[in-house]
């Protein structure tokens, strides 16, 4: 059975720094997998979460949503089976649960990732 779990949310003030972290346990062929990082704001449904970052099985190519270019780092550790998203100078309107999600393409949408997190709580306020 196949979970991913993310981690690093909490509440942070504006121009903070987090890192959050998503564990997959279960696919012995992890490093086939493209990975992203999704977001989602209350009112809106799974398939509507914003793509934030993705990036390929091997790391080499990676993806940003305009608003986040210059701030956030997606990475990941395939002997850890773990992705990263390095999330700087963040501001208000970043608040929102973060997603990771495991694909078998380099996509933005949603639906086609295959598995998910429970997701991780991210809120920046003064």
């Known amino acids: 059975q196949v979970q991913v779990e993310e981690s690093g949310g909490g509440l942070v003030q504006p121009g903070d720094s987090v890192r959050l972290s998503c564990v997959v346990s279960g696919r012995r062929t992890f490093d086939k997998y493209a990975m992203g990082w999704f977001r989602q704001v209350p009112g809106k449904e799974r398939e509507e979460r914003e793509c934030v970052a993705t990036i390929n099985f091997s790391g080499d190519t990676t993806y940003y949503t305009d608003s986040v270019k210059g701030r956030f780092t997606i990475s990941r550790d395939n002997a850890k089976n773990t992705v990263y998203l390095q999330m700087n100078s963040l501001k208000p309107e970043d608040t929102a649960v973060y997603y990771c999600?495991?694909?078998?393409?380099?996509?933005?949408?949603?639906?086609?990732?295959?598995?998910w997190g429970r997701g991780t709580q991210v809120t920046v306020s003064s």
């Open positions: 999600g495991v694909s078998h393409l380099g996509t933005t949408t949603a639906d086609l990732y295959v598995d």
